[in-house]
Nanobody, 116 residues
Framework: QVTLVESGGGLVQAGGSLRLSCAAS???????MGWYRQYPGKQRELVAT???????NYGDSVKGRFTISRDNAKNTVYLQMNSLKPEDTAVYYC???????????WGQGTRVTVSS
C-alpha cells in the first residue's frame, strides 16, 4: 500500500502564502499527482493536478494564485499558495494514481485556515 504524507498546512492571514508538500512512500510511478480540497459538508473539489511530464491543470478559483510542482525522483508534489483568501480555508488532500496497481492513494489531509 502506498502512503502519502502531507505537510505544510496551518494558519495564515489573508494575502499570505503557504506551501504544501506531499511525499509518497514508494518507488512505484505515481502519475498524476495533485491536490483536492474539501469544505465542511461538501464534496472534494479539484485544486491542481500535475503529470510527470509537467502538464498541469488548476481549478478556476485558484488559477494565477496557486502553483503546483513535483519532484519525480522523490515522488513528491508541492503546492505553492499565494494571495490566500478566507475562502481558501479547507482541508487539503494530496492524491496520486499508482500506475502499477491502478488505484488512487490519498493523504490524510492537512488543514489550511486563512483569517481575514
Amino acid at each position: 500500500q502506498v502512503t502519502l504524507v502531507e505537510s505544510g498546512g496551518g494558519l495564515v492571514q489573508a494575502g499570505g502564502s503557504l506551501r504544501l508538500s506531499c511525499a509518497a512512500s514508494t518507488t512505484f510511478t505515481i502519475n498524476p499527482m495533485g491536490w483536492y480540497r474539501q469544505y465542511p459538508g461538501k464534496q472534494r473539489e479539484l485544486v491542481a493536478t500535475i503529470r510527470s511530464d509537467g502538464t498541469t491543470n488548476y481549478g478556476d478559483s485558484v488559477k494565477g494564485r496557486f502553483t503546483i510542482s513535483r519532484d519525480n525522483a522523490k515522488n513528491t508534489v508541492y503546492l505553492q499558495m499565494n494571495s490566500l483568501k478566507p475562502e481558501d480555508t479547507a482541508v487539503y488532500y494530496c492524491y496520486g494514481f499508482v500506475i502499477s496497481y491502478r488505484y488512487t492513494s490519498w493523504g490524510q489531509g492537512t488543514r489550511v485556515t486563512v483569517s481575514s
